[in-house]
C-alpha cells in the first residue's frame, strides 16, 4: 500500500463548478499536508498548507484535513480554465522534512 | 517565479554517461531537497542537504550523489545512466527549519532524457 493515495482522474468540469480533490494516507505520523498545482512542463507551486486537522481557506480555495480518516481535500469554488492543471498532495512528518507526494490528478476546466 | 533556479532545462545523453544538474535555492533557504518525477512513480524524494550537510536519503540510487556547496547551491550528479533513468529531476527550497516553515519551493525542473 502507498502511503499517499491520490484519485487517478483525469477530472474534467464546466467554467464555475465546484471541484473536489482527494487524498488518502497511511502513516500516521504525518503532520503537515500540503496542496501543489503543477502546469506543463512547469515545478510544482505550493498553493496552500495546513497544520493537523482543520480547514484553510485562501481566495478560492478550501484545505481540509481530517486526521482521524486520514483524508485531505482540496476545494476549488467557482473554477477557471486557469485552474487547469495537475494537482498534487504532500505531506511531511515535520518542518524540514521531505515531502512525500500522491501522483496527482490533472483537472481540465472547460468554458 | 519561485527563486529557485535549475540548469540546465533539457539534457540529453546517452547510457553509460554521467551527468550533472545544478540547483541554486531561494536566497537565504538553507535545505535543499532533491526529487525525481516519472510517468509511472510520480514525485518521488531523493536526498535532503541542510547548510552542506546531508540530512536525510530516499530512494536514491547507488549511482547518484550530490552535494551542497558554502554558497548553498547544490548539484545532483547522476552516473552510468540508464534509460529509465529519464525523468524530470526537480530541487526545492525551504527556509531556514522550525515548526512554521514546512514549506518547500520548488525550481523548473530538469528533463533528462536518456538514448
Known amino acids: 500500500q502507498k502511503e499517499v493515495e491520490q484519485d487517478p482522474g483525469p477530472l474534467s468540469v464546466p467554467e464555475g463548478a465546484i471541484v473536489s480533490l482527494n487524498c488518502t494516507y497511511s502513516?500516521?505520523?504525518?503532520?503537515?499536508f500540503m496542496w501543489y498545482r503543477q502546469y506543463s512542463r512547469k515545478g510544482p507551486e505550493l498553493l496552500m498548507y495546513?497544520?493537523?486537522?482543520g480547514n484553510k481557506e485562501d481566495g478560492r480555495f478550501t484545505a481540509q484535513v481530517d486526521k482521524s480518516s486520514k483524508y485531505i481535500s482540496l476545494f476549488i469554488r467557482d473554477s477557471q480554465p486557469s485552474d487547469s492543471a495537475t494537482y498534487l498532495c504532500?505531506?511531511?512528518?515535520?518542518?524540514?522534512?521531505?515531502?512525500?507526494f500522491g501522483k496527482g490528478i490533472t483537472l481540465s476546466v472547460r468554458p | 517565479d519561485s527563486g529557485v533556479t535549475q540548469t540546465p532545462k533539457h539534457l540529453i545523453t546517452a547510457t553509460g554517461q554521467r551527468v550533472t544538474l545544478r540547483c541554486s535555492p531561494r536566497?537565504?533557504?538553507?535545505?535543499v531537497y532533491w526529487y525525481q518525477q516519472s510517468l509511472d512513480q510520480g514525485l518521488q524524494f531523493l536526498i535532503q542537504?541542510?547548510?552542506?550537510?546531508?540530512?536525510a536519503k530516499g530512494n536514491i540510487l547507488e549511482r547518484f550523489s550530490a552535494q551542497q556547496f558554502p554558497d548553498l547551491h547544490s548539484e545532483l550528479n547522476l552516473s552510468s545512466l540508464e534509460l529509465g533513468d529519464s525523468a524530470l529531476y526537480f530541487c526545492?527550497?525551504?527556509?531556514?527549519?522550525?515548526?512554521?516553515?514546512?514549506?518547500?519551493?520548488f525550481g523548473p525542473g530538469t528533463r533528462l532524457t536518456v538514448t
Open positions: 536566497s537565504g533557504d538553507l535545505s
Open positions: 504532500a505531506m511531511s512528518a515535520g518542518a524540514n522534512s521531505k515531502l512525500t
Open positions: 542537504y541542510y547548510n552542506g550537510e546531508e540530512r
Open positions: 502513516n500516521s505520523a504525518f503532520q503537515y
Open positions: 495546513t497544520y493537523s486537522s
Open positions: 526545492a527550497s525551504s527556509p531556514r527549519g522550525g515548526a512554521a516553515s514546512p514549506e518547500q519551493y
